[in-house]
């Protein structure tokens, strides 16, 4: 369920305090442990290092992840691979 209009969008008062009256320069990457963090548009061209629970992973904010969380740009799995008498096959024909 999303939040409601009322409240309006959650935007982390820490991260909105790094960038603002700076510019994407001055600041460079900034630090995140707020994944529930929504992109408004003061955000874009800034760099974001998002926690995914074991590292950061950068998020380059743009104009189509205006209203997304920052979350969701960092995924907190890690795909390897399917097992199994298939994956064998290929990894073997390679």
Same mark, same amino acid.
């Given at each position: 369920m999303s939040r409601s209009i009322k409240k309006g969008p959650y935007i982390d008062e820490r991260v909105i305090k790094k960038i603002e @009256? #700076? #510019?994407? $320069? $001055? *600041? @460079?990457v900034v630090n995140t442990w707020s994944r529930a963090c929504t992109i408004v548009p003061e955000m874009i =061209?800034? #760099?974001? !290092? *998002?926690? !995914? =629970? #074991? @590292?950061f992973t950068e998020v380059l904010a743009t104009e189509e992840m205006v209203g997304h969380k920052l979350g969701e740009f960092a995924p907190t799995r890690k795909f390897l691979r399917h097992g199994g008498k298939i994956q064998k096959g290929i990894d073997a024909s390679r």
């Open positions: @009256g #700076k #510019k994407p $320069e $001055e *600041v @460079g =061209g800034y #760099k974001f !290092n *998002v926690h !995914n =629970g #074991k @590292g």
